[in-house]
């Protein structure tokens, strides 16, 4: 019944800041009154799931007591700042609903989750109507007065209070936008639009959101990593876990109730054709030569994605109207031919760092592999397409390029990476070791399985060293872990995520058979994995062997911050081979790095951002007084041309992440998006600080290991050759 492919979650449960309004786009406003029949369905097969200990890694009673919690869980995701519900609201909903919730789902009569979310509606309709109506006075910004805008832990207000919370964020969106120099009349029209269409997406809400949203607060109060998904999200998730899908290769968001293109897929249709460039509006898109043109202004953005998808080799029609063009201009037809296009954002990249010459050490030449995901085509491969997407498969051409370079290290880039296939995360250890456990699982009921690298050889046998950081999870700790158990490498960067749970996604439409999808999926925690000495990365993940600065505090960010998250653990370790112990390479690995690192202008620019950042989180609020902002806008534009001036001077390149420029007041989609996606281009080709420091990292210890026999001896024992050659 559970389908054979177990997942690590690519996402990690977050908490929004924002409401559930931002999922949306604009469409038919037309919320059915309450569940269908097919979602009652649904609620009753997913409380089957999430209750029998056959399928559930750590199942729970549904009872009153979680009733409440899922009552609770509901409403944050609702309104996770508590802006727009009332203390009184919350508590008719804790009267009415919070020893019921859990008969309503047992029963499949989820009403409750409607009559909520229509008081939420009205709320929003109501604080977005009294935000517009600020914009019509005026704001004294020479007051003492600040704006306490994190409200995580704050208690529900009443409307009074509530008043007052929203005339001092509006306050706090007019000063941004007068600090970056904007007009009155330019803010009251970016400011009454931006609100406008807060509205405007709560009420084109559809009903499977609402029923989504509550049944992942049932879910989410099983373990963090549970979900629930209507079918179009399920579809989603797996184009994310196979980094493939079947359309034309555009990025798309919504813009002033106009679907925009952002970028195109490099290979894809929409970018051979050289028809689209970013900020062309789509306003109307038909089926094949002669389908229906149907006029997409104001839908959902994902009903116009759900249009132009579509099978390889058939055509889509789309009118167009281009960036520079007023919206009311005549459409331009542009006709293209779908195809599978591989998310090339998404996919494994390499490219070469040279460590210059230093204290009688040679230059060396370091190849870097970033991998932003574990992802396979699943379902490709079981149809034996010869080129399926595949993490294990790119990175292992790139080792192969690597070897004839005659590059003398490689560091595996595992920063950001949320995880993806288990399977990949195995076969891409392998990569690195000849043989033996990878990753130990612990299944519902307590049985434990070894999950081995059954390849013999590998694809790099040189100095390895894998750089992560909070944002590391699921499986790249079953990476980063593998490769510390069996002393194949230096972990370098910060203790990772802590996620050590495993997922396979269940079809809930396999049990009734049905020929189009009804019922969605469910993302199930089935098991916990281990490193292969016995050890767990839930709660505590991987620690790094040389350390940078901390960039998240763990308290905000990771596996423990989630109050039902399995505790730490260990089993018995499953015997393996240990290729070296850097233990006695450590303290000079980490002088040298102190030293370097203290004298390296960028890495230094990289501390002190990372501090300011970590103050600024760290604050519950913010002045609304425009003198004093402006004091602080100064400050930051003296630091920017400051910066600006020294890599003149120094010769380094220029910056547009570190040198940042100042805050525009704008949300994402107010901007220019030919502009945005220029930076964001821009960016990625920026000096990355703590990427080349890690290159110098390794490079030092080759060098150390190459002029010390005895280290060598120590670091790198008898397996040595089985582990590879880090002399030079």
């Known amino acids: 019944m559970i389908r054979n492919r177990l997942l690590i979650a690519l996402t990690l449960g977050l908490a929004l800041a924002s409401p559930l309004a931002l999922l949306a786009g604009a469409g038919d406003s037309s919320l059915p009154a309450g569940p269908s029949q097919n979602q009652a369905t649904t609620a009753r097969m997913v409380y089957g799931l999430l209750s029998d200990s056959r399928y559930a890694y750590r199942p729970r009673a549904l009872d009153d007591a979680l009733s409440q919690e899922i009552l609770t869980e509901y409403l944050k995701a609702l309104d996770p700042a508590k802006v727009f519900f009332t203390a009184q609201d919350v508590a008719g909903f804790q009267a009415a609903y919070a020893n019921r919730l859990d008969d309503a789902i047992k029963s499949g009569q989820v009403d409750p989750a409607w009559a909520i979310f229509s008081v939420y509606r009205q709320r929003v309709d109501e604080r977005t109507a009294y935000a517009r109506k600020q914009l019509k006075g005026d704001f004294d910004f020479s007051k003492d007065e600040r704006y306490e805008y994190d ?37 009251r029209k970016t400011l009454d639009k931006r609100y406008a269409n807060l509205a405007t997406s709560v009420q084109q809400l559809k009903g499977d959101e609402v029923f989504q949203t509550f049944m992942n607060a049932y879910a989410g109060s099983i373990d963090p990593h549970t979900d629930y998904m209507t079918p179009r999200s399920a579809e989603n998730f797996n184009v994310q876990m196979s980094n493939s899908l079947e359309g034309i290769g555009a990025v798309l968001f919504r813009q002033d109730d106009v679907v925009t293109v952002r970028e195109m897929v490099p290979g894809g249709p ?71 296009v591989r998310l090339e954002d998404q996919r494994a990249k390499a490219e070469t760092i040279v460590v210059p010459a230093s204290a009688g050490q040679p230059a060396r030449r370091i190849g870097v592999v970033k991998l932003p995901g574990f992802y396979q085509d699943f379902e490709a491969r079981r149809r034996g397409e010869k080129n399926y997407a595949s993490a294990t498969r790119d990175v292992a051409r790139m080792l192969a390029e690597f070897r004839a370079q005659k590059v003398d290290g490689v560091v595996l880039d595992l920063r950001g990476n949320g995880g993806g296939s288990l399977n990949e995360a195995i076969e891409l250890t392998g990569l690195f070791i000849d043989k033996g456990p990878v990753v ?106 040389v350390a940078f600065p901390t960039s998240v505090d763990a308290a905000e960010f990771g596996e423990s911050t989630y109050p039902n998250a399995l505790p730490w653990t260990r089993i018995a370790a499953a015997p393996h081979v240990r290729y070296g112990n850097f233990a006695p390479l450590l303290p000079q690995l980490d002088a040298l790095h102190q030293a370097r690192a203290a004298k390296d202008v960028e890495y230094q620019w990289w501390v002190e951002d990372v501090r300011r950042f970590r103050e600024e989180q760290a604050k519950k609020s913010i002045s609304l007084n425009e003198a004093e902002r402006r004091a602080e806008r100064d400050r930051f534009d003296a630091q920017r041309k400051q910066r600006a001036e020294e890599r003149e001077r120094l010769g380094l390149q220029q910056d547009p992440l570190l040198d940042a420029r100042p805050d525009d007041g704008l949300a994402a989609d107010e901007r220019n998006v030919a502009d945005s996606v220029a930076r964001e281009e821009a960016a990625k080709k920026a000096t990355d600080p703590l990427l080349r420091e890690s290159a110098a990292i390794l490079s030092d210890a080759i060098g150390l290991l190459s002029k010390d026999a005895g280290l060598a001896a120590q670091v790198l024992p008898a397996t040595r050759n089985a582990a590879g050659h880090w002399a030079d």
Not at 304 to 330: F, M
Not at 446 to 472: C, E, I, K, M, T
Not at 506 to 534: C, H, M, S, Y
Request: aromatic letters at 6%; a neutral charge.
């Open 440 to 545: 130990q699982v612990r299944e519902t009921g307590g049985r434990v399985s070894v999950q081995y690298d059954q390849d013999p050889g590998v694809a790099w046998d040189g100095p390895l060293a894998v750089l992560v950081n909070r944002g590391s999870a699921s499986a790249s700790e079953i990476v980063a872990g593998a490769i510390k158990d069996y002393g194949r490498g230096l972990i370098i960067g910060e203790n990772t995520f802590g996620k050590g749970t495993v997922q396979t996604m269940v079809d809930l439409d396999r049990w009734p058979a049905n020929e189009t999808p009804r019922f969605g999926e469910v993302k199930l925690t089935v098991a916990q994995f281990f490193r292969p000495d016995g050890s767990s990365t839930q709660n505590k993940g991987v620690q790094p062997d």
């Open 151 to 187: 409200r995580k832990d704050a208690p529900w207000a009443d409307a009074a209070a509530l008043d007052a919370l929203w005339r001092q964020s509006v306050k706090n969106d007019w000063l941004r936008l007068k600090l970056a120099g904007k007009q009155p009349d330019e803010i």
């Open 270 to 340: 929409a970018a051979r054709s050289g028809k689209l460039k970013p900020g062309d509006r789509i306003v109307g898109v038909g089926q094949g030569s002669s389908g229906e043109m149907k006029d997409v202004i104001g839908w959902r953005i994902d009903d116009v994605v759900a249009l132009i998808r579509g099978a390889a080799d058939t055509q889509v029609r789309l009118d167009v109207v281009p960036a520079e063009a007023p919206l009311d201009s005549k459409p331009q037809l542009v006709t293209l031919t779908r195809a599978k």
